[in-house]
């Protein structure tokens, strides 16, 4: 009788096996060990859109390996230690950093490496453990039978895999794919997204298009028309200069047709006396502070920049021009001060960047209150005027200062707040919140108004919350959608101040400005050398005050999303704001320097 069996696999099937294994587990694998090595649970931390996309640069990099080594499980191999090490080295900046790997840092590779001998690099338990994993997939992949000889790849298979490729990238990088799928450069870590994902959306929109006249002449005439300095010989210069950007801090009494049973502003509303007041228009609203506060120091407008995308994470270089680096011309110690965690935002790296002198979080503050979680504003100045009271006598001192209290949401238990009753429960808790800001303001101001050294308050919100969404449906006739940007306008208005405990010959209902504009303003009241582009700036304001992502305003009352609809001047001036700012964050060997950089006494 004839033994029944079946063929045992020969030794080249195996490595064939093999081999297409190596080559389709290189990226699940790597993407795996990529966002272990990173903090991430990469079962957990993404949408299944987002992990998609990951795998997709995953193993389009696999398959370029594939196509220039032509065999399958060398490919794979390489991949994997590629993609492994990415994640190594995206860990240590993370850990140096405060944030993950940008496109733009592969423009600073000389500056890295100077100063990479000054940490630490012994690996963490998660690190240990990925090297071990990688070290038995590599000896699993080198005792497998080898591949066979070089792939000769048919054109027939080849064409469409290359034309599916090239139309992926061309959708993912030129249409408005990622708009649509709403992806954006990850806001908080930067560690959302996903390492690859994240990593290309930033590449996609770190990219600005020149705008349109940008070039040398159009330079020379924008710095010739900020010739002149304006004479502040008059002005006192405060010895402490505080910021204060207060989280959602706005004043709905804005909004027509509001009913609250009190002011929830009482002590702002009050103020006349040596004090500046007015809105500012803020380009982000219910979110994205770090917008808001990018545009106030630096006076660079986000209108400008691609939708969705956050300057922190794409934007600011090292030793990049802002009101910092003025004050600290002027020899003033450069303090930020922000009562939450320092991994948000990028505020660690951007901080180093703006040439911040010290930076203090939430493991800083001392004898903190806290309200629904969050440190009040109260031990917030408690801590800022400690930090002022601890200096010596008389050093200048310049003081950026974020709270967090009325941060969102609204729809937690009450705590210790008393209720402003209206229609809506989330816009109660948030006018409680915000008369709690302004009792901590009083006390605050009260303290200054005894200090003997000059000293200047300027706060402002960062934008207006997200409370109920019928709420702003039914205070401005309709949703965001539905109604203009003239409308579409109030919901971007927050207040702002000037106060000093000195005279202040300005004082009064200050303009309504938009918030790119407030340092300028601020430094022209401090007695501050304005930089040339401030004194752009600030010949700027006078015939556009508003110019944010909703739209713009002119002098003339023109509100209006379509800059065709503005004053003639006030379109000459959106044209040669856009080409400044281009200048200043994107331009090279003809970056204008002196133009952006701190004026001499």
């Known amino acids: 009788m004839q033994e029944n069996y079946k063929e045992r696999p020969s030794r080249s099937q195996v490595g064939r096996a093999a081999g297409w294994a190596a080559l389709f587990l290189a990226a699940p694998i790597g993407f795996v060990l ?3 090595i990173n903090y991430n649970n990469p079962l957990t931390a993404f949408t299944p859109l987002q992990v998609l996309l990951n795998l997709i640069w995953y193993y389009l ?3 370029l390996f594939y196509l220039i080594t032509g065999r399958r499980k060398l490919a794979g191999s390489i991949s994997l230690i590629i993609f492994w090490a990415l994640g190594m080295a995206n860990h240590y900046v993370i850990a140096f950093r405060g944030r993950t790997i940008f496109p733009a840092d592969f423009l600073t590779l000389g500056t890295a490496a100077n100063v ?14 990925t090297i071990v994993v990688m070290a038995a997939l590599l000896v699993l992949l080198k005792l497998l039978p080898k591949d066979e000889g070089r792939q000769k ?4 298979v080849l064409l469409p895999l290359l034309a599916a490729a090239a139309a992926y990238i061309i959708v993912f990088f030129f249409t408005p794919f990622l708009s649509a799928a ?4 990850s806001m908080w870590t930067t560690r959302g997204n996903g390492f690859f994902l994240n990593f290309s959306v930033c590449l996609r929109y770190s990219r600005v298009e020149k705008p349109e006249g940008y070039g040398e002449e159009a330079l020379d005439v924008i710095e010739a028309s900020a010739a002149d300095t304006p004479d502040s010989s008059g002005v006192t210069r405060p010895t402490n200069l505080i910021v204060v950007m207060n989280e959602s801090l706005s004043d709905l009494s804005v909004l027509e047709g509001l009913e609250t049973n009190e002011d929830a502003m009482p002590f702002y509303h009050s103020l006349t006396e040596n004090t500046i007041k007015g809105y500012a228009y803020a380009s982000v609203f219910g979110g994205t502070t770090a917008n808001s506060e990018y545009e ?12 969705g995308t956050v300057p922190y994470h794409l934007y600011v270089k090292e030793g990049a021009d802002s009101l910092v680096g003025q004050m600290k011309a002027l020899g003033y110690r450069a303090v930020a001060m922000h009562p939450y965690y320092k991994s948000g935002w990028n505020r660690v790296a951007v901080y180093r960047d703006f040439g911040f002198d010290e930076a203090y979080f939430i493991g800083d503050f001392t004898n903190a209150r806290y309200m629904r979680g969050y440190v009040t504003d109260q031990t917030n100045y408690e801590n800022v005027i400690r930090m002022v009271e601890s200096k010596e006598a008389g050093e200048p001192l310049f003081l950026f200062n974020i709270t967090m209290q009325n941060h969102s949401g609204y729809s937690v238990p009450w705590t210790g707040l008393q209720k402003l009753e209206g229609k809506y429960s989330t816009v109660d808790q948030y006018l409680s919140l915000v008369r709690e800001s302004d009792d901590a303001l009083k006390d605050f101001l009260h303290y200054f108004e005894t200090c003997d050294e ?5 706060m402002f919100g960062d934008h207006q919350p997200q409370v109920a969404t019928d709420f702003y449906r039914e205070m401005l006739g309709g949703s965001a959608e539905e109604i203009e940007a003239a409308m579409l306008q109030y919901r971007q208005m927050v207040p702002y101040l000037i106060w000093t405990n000195y005279e202040l010959p300005d004082a009064g209902e200050g303009q309504n400005i938009s918030l790119n504009y407030l340092s300028t303003l601020v430094a022209e009241q401090a007695g501050v050398p304005l930089t040339c582009y401030q004194r752009f700036l600030s010949d700027g304001m006078k015939v556009l005050p508003v110019v944010n992502s909703v739209g713009y305003m002119d002098a003339a009352g023109g509100n209006t999303d379509d800059a065709t609809l503005l004053t003639e001047e006030a379109q000459d001036f959106l044209k040669r704001y856009r080409i400044a700012q281009y200048n200043n964050l994107f331009g090279k060997k003809e970056r204008r320097n002196s133009f952006f950089s701190p004026a001499e006494e």
């Open 296 to 307: 106030f120091l630096t006076g660079n407008t986000t209108a400008f920049l691609p939708a």
């Open 61 to 63: 990099i696999t398959g």
């Open 454 to 458: 000059p000293t200047m308050v300027v």
């Open 116 to 129: 990479a001998k000054n940490y630490s690099y012994i690996p963490d338990r998660t690190q240990l453990i």
């Open 34 to 36: 990529v966002e272990v």
């Open 153 to 156: 790849f048919r054109l027939r």
């Open 182 to 185: 709403r992806i954006s450069p």
